[in-house]
């Protein structure tokens, strides 16, 4: 199940935030790592010191591991899993609304631009006759 479970993973780029995010999450909770994340950074009572510093380097490992060498450098010095999450989200989550304003600009520009296109080849057609 391990195994399986990575083989379906993908390591996070700088435009694959939104389908690495929740992948990521359930990589986390199957392996039983989503404790720092879910207690946003704080150490429940249940668990001793050192348990929680163990499980603490364990998620920071695993959400490391899926993060390609284009992005690591920015969270390469983050100790606590929970920064480290946060950090991502920040930087990758933050700017969804942005980039799909870009997007659609983008989308807009292209089509008058193929309409703009379009009517010229037929406007230059139909003045040859």
């Given at each position: 199940m391990d195994k399986s479970s990575s083989d379906t993973m993908i390591a996070l780029t700088?435009?694959?935030y939104n389908m690495w995010k929740p992948r990521m999450e359930d990589l986390l909770?199957?392996?039983?790592?989503?404790?720092p994340l879910d207690n946003n950074g704080v150490k429940?009572?249940?668990?001793?010191?050192?348990?929680?510093?163990?499980?603490?380097?364990?998620?920071?490992?695993q959400i490391r591991q899926w993060i390609d060498h284009s992005v690591f450098h920015h969270v390469a010095q983050e100790q606590s899993a929970y920064t480290l999450w946060e950090?991502?989200?920040s930087m990758y989550q933050a700017k969804t609304a942005r980039n799909k304003t870009l997007l659609m600009r983008r989308?807009?520009?292209h089509t008058l631009l193929e309409k703009s296109l379009f009517a010229a080849v037929?406007?230059?057609y139909l003045l040859r006759f």
């Open positions: 700088s435009t694959n909770n199957l392996r039983d790592l989503a404790d429940p009572g249940k668990k001793t010191d050192e348990e929680w510093t163990k499980m603490n380097r364990k998620t920071v490992a950090k991502l989200g989308l807009v520009n037929i406007l230059s």
